[in-house]
């Protein structure tokens, strides 16, 4: 017997249909003798409606605070739902909003990080039979307020619960069969991977695969869950994410993320002295917009140019911050492009093998693909290049490093 928490996402509860499949995959779990918690997240499409209303009737200026509450409600449908069809199978079930069993978060709303979960009432449920259902995505500051973990967030509640909980492992049951070695919409030969280290799945989920909410896979990593990612819809090992053994045979490089939410922008001919760069970045932050790449030139006649990478939803607001800014830092010119992308491979294997970077610039260079901006760690390289060539370079590299040879 194992104590699991399965995630389900949008897709998988998108209509009641839809659920009553959830509810019997569910019990097949039971049945086995299996406890069971799980998280719904709200049905597909619902989080994108509220949001419109939203911002329809709030226009730029909407509270966050609101926006929570508005949002949040998505969840509370789907727990509902889920028990209610759990329970006309015969099945104990019981719905439980984050503020029924404290899912304590901070106070930044719309982007909540958890600090604690109360687990009492779920391990009493738990203890008596029943599978607990749980609200994804929604948390409760110490104010008591509602707050909401960001879009796609219900897979952080999933493995933060399972941390509490001490579960043996945290299924994330979704409309793929598992992580794989890039977008299969852009490269058919595109392989699903047994496993994937919680290190390489953090760096693919923050560069853009869409499939894991980073800070999920951060969590897990650091509370050491195991951590699978599978289909609601057919039978499937999936894919665990777990840490390194060093029996592993490492591919040089496990995936290909990329992301065209991206927008850069350049700040031109500003002096080249000390505290220059937080003199940029620093509004920017305090907006709290997150600048992903950062570049800087050497300088030529005490002057330099400055280019970083926003999210392209902040791309605006960061122009007219640096607009506003411009006279302050002697600044040239502020520019910018927003038709830009990031791709980026990601592999533990790179960390003992030279001239993954160079395999990659060739590739690029030899389907003509211009490089704007680089960037590395110990395990990704990622290139910022123009979004029109986004299919083309990932589709390159797949190739050039063999993805599709990977054992299944
Ligand atoms: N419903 C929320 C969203 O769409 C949270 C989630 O699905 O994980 O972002
Ligand atoms: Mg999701």
Do not use: W
């Not at 490269?187 to 953090?202: G, P």
């Not at 000390?274 to 305090?286: C, F, H, R």
């Amino acid at each position: 017997m194992a104590l699991i928490v399965q995630k389900y996402g949008g897709t998988s509860v998108g209509g009641v249909d839809r659920i009553r499949g959830v509810a019997q995959r569910v019990k097949s779990y039971v049945d086995q003798g299996h406890q069971v918690v799980v998280v719904v997240s709200a049905m597909s499409g619902e989080t994108n409606r509220l949001v419109s209303m939203g911002r329809d009737i709030s226009g730029d200026y909407g509270s966050a605070r609101e926006m929570d509450v508005l949002t949040a409600s998505g969840e509370q449908v789907t727990t509902s739902l889920l028990s209610l069809g759990l329970l006309s199978i015969g099945v104990q079930a019981k719905s439980f909003l984050a503020d029924q069993i404290s899912i304590k978060t901070d106070n930044v709303h719309g982007k909540a990080r958890i600090q604690e979960i109360d687990t009492d009432a779920l391990r009493a449920e738990l203890d008596m039979g029943c599978v607990p259902i749980v609200a994804g995505f929604q948390g409760v500051n110490a104010l008591g307020e509602i707050t909401t973990l960001g879009r796609g967030g219900s897979d952080t509640s999933a493995v933060a619960l399972a941390a509490a909980l001490k579960a043996d492992e945290c299924e994330i049951c979704t409309d793929v069969d598992g992580v794989y070695t890039t977008d299969p919409r852009i490269v058919e030969s595109a392989r699903r991977l047994t496993h994937i280290t919680f290190e390489e799945m953090l760096e693919l989920a923050s560069l853009g695969s869409k499939v894991l909410h980073p800070r999920s896979v951060e969590f897990a990593g650091r509370y050491r869950v195991p951590l699978r990612v599978m289909s609601t819809f057919q039978d499937g090992p999936g894919t665990l994410i777990t840490t390194e053994k060093d029996d592993m045979e490492q591919p040089l490089v496990s995936g290909i993320a990329h992301a065209t939410d991206e927008a850069k922008i350049t700040v031109a001919g500003v002096p080249d002295l000390p505290g220059i760069a937080s003199k940029i970045l620093g509004p920017v932050g305090a907006a709290n917009i997150e600048v992903d790449m950062i570049l800087q030139n050497t300088g030529a006649d005490g002057l330099t140019d400055f280019t970083f990478t926003v999210k392209r939803q902040d791309y605006d607001a960061a122009q007219k911050i640096l607009k506003g800014i411009s006279k302050d830092i002697n600044a040239r010119e502020i520019s910018g492009d927003n038709a830009i992308a990031k791709v980026s491979i990601v592999g533990v294997g790179m960390r003992s093998h030279a001239g993954v970077a160079t395999k990659m610039f060739d590739c690029l260079a030899s389907e003509n693909i211009n490089i704007q901006m680089i960037s590395t760690s110990e395990i990704k390289i990622s290139v910022v290049i123009a979004e029109r060539y986004v299919e083309l370079a990932v589709r390159a590299l797949h190739n050039v490093f063999e993805l599709q040879n990977l054992p299944e």
